[in-house]
């Protein structure tokens, strides 16, 4: 089965393309407005933070009756020591019991710097991988948000991903054709630029994840299309 089809079978329905594209939306209506703390000089926790407190009005206005959350949590409580494990809090969360849906989305920043793809692959990507985040789903989103040279930065992280070292560590599954990255990831192309399969041995029930990779842009990225 091609990495895409697997893709396709894990998206339960349109709910989850109107999901990602209102996030998408939103972020470019944000950017857009040149709004003085939405912008690259801002932290990335205010960012996501913000994002989802617009998210909260705007799916209201698109029909969606699910919920977003922002910095949540999704502990595991030890029964033989009392302690609340797995404390680490994701940025945005998309969760619906009508439409049976749970889509996780982890933002980055990304540069060409190096340090930001490791921060991507490592602080980002593995948190699915060791199931910090999504643990119990078969399908989350990895969010690079790029300021500048959005090109060179999106073929650079491709570069880092597929390095054996970092194939390694991430688990990461070859499709039919040998490749980790698999494009284009959805027949709506616009949801994201490829996907990566990951098997999760760590967990109690190892289980695969498919993480689908998208890209919003904001400052001299935006402003030069």
């Not at 989305?105 to 199931?131: C, D, H, I, P, Q």
Request: include cysteine; proline fraction near 3%; charged fraction near 25%.
């Amino acid at each position: 089965m091609h990495l895409s089809d697997e893709w396709q079978l894990r998206f339960p329905d349109e709910v989850a393309v109107d999901v990602v594209n209102l996030i998408r939306s939103t972020w470019d209506s944000l950017v857009f407005r040149k709004i003085r703390k939405f912008s690259p000089e801002s932290n990335e926790p205010h960012l996501t933070q913000f994002l989802c407190a617009v998210l909260k009005t705007e799916s209201l206005n698109a029909g969606l009756s699910g919920k977003f959350t922002a910095e949540e949590s999704d502990p595991i409580a030890n029964l033989e020591t009392g302690v609340l494990e797995n404390l680490h809090r994701s940025d945005i969360r998309y969760f619906s019991d009508r439409a049976n849906l749970d889509l996780t989305f982890e933002f980055k920043k990304l540069s060409v710097k190096k340090t930001s793809y490791k921060a991507y692959s490592k602080n980002g990507m593995f948190r699915f991988v060791n199931g910090k985040y999504s643990r119990d789903q078969k399908l989350a989103f990895m969010v690079g948000i790029i300021s500048d040279n959005s090109v060179e930065c999106v073929e650079g992280l491709k570069l880092h991903i597929q390095d054996l070292e970092i194939v390694k560590f991430l688990e990461m599954q070859e499709n039919e054709e040998k490749r980790y990255l698999h494009k284009p990831s959805h027949p709506q192309k616009t949801l994201s630029n490829f996907d990566t399969q990951h098997q999760r041995s760590a967990l109690s029930n190892p289980s695969k994840i498919v993480l689908c990779h998208l890209f919003l842009t904001y400052g001299s990225a935006a402003d030069n299309g």
